[in-house]
Nanobody
Framework: QVELVESGGALVRPGGSLRLTCSTS????????MRWYRQPPGEERMWVAS????????NYRPSVVGRFTISRDNAENTLYLEMNNLAPDETAVYSC?????WGKGTLVIVSP
């Protein structure tokens, strides 16, 4: 079955960086467009970034352009999200997504 497992979340100070990982199995990862979402406390989940199956095209929500980078390793069936210059309002559970499938997410806390 399809499995998405996020990792890499942590407590980080404002301005800090993190790299999130989404390990996948159970589907043809190299043929799948993938997305990252985040859900801040008490808020709805929001789209963060997308990447095509071959990694050639990416898209980002405007607030993260220039700071976040989505990437993938099709040989390892793994999706990444590099996040730089994090702000406190980016505290959230970050989840990866493929079609209707979701991981459980990884918690990122940005706090002094």
């Amino acid at each position: 079955q399809v499995e998405l497992v996020e990792s890499g979340g942590a407590l980080v100070r404002p301005g800090g960086s993190l790299r999130l990982t989404c390990s996948t199995s159970g589907f043809a990862f190299s043929s799948a467009g993938m997305r990252w979402y985040r859900q801040p406390p008490g808020e709805e989940r929001m789209w963060v970034a997308s990447i095509t199956d071959d990694g050639e095209a990416t898209n980002y929500r405007p607030s993260v352009v220039g700071r976040f980078t989505i990437s993938r390793d099709n040989a390892e069936n793994t999706l990444y999200l590099e996040m730089n210059n994090l702000a406190p309002d980016e505290t959230a559970v970050y989840s990866c997504n493929f079609e209707t499938y979701w991981g459980k997410g990884t918690l990122v806390i940005v706090s002094p």
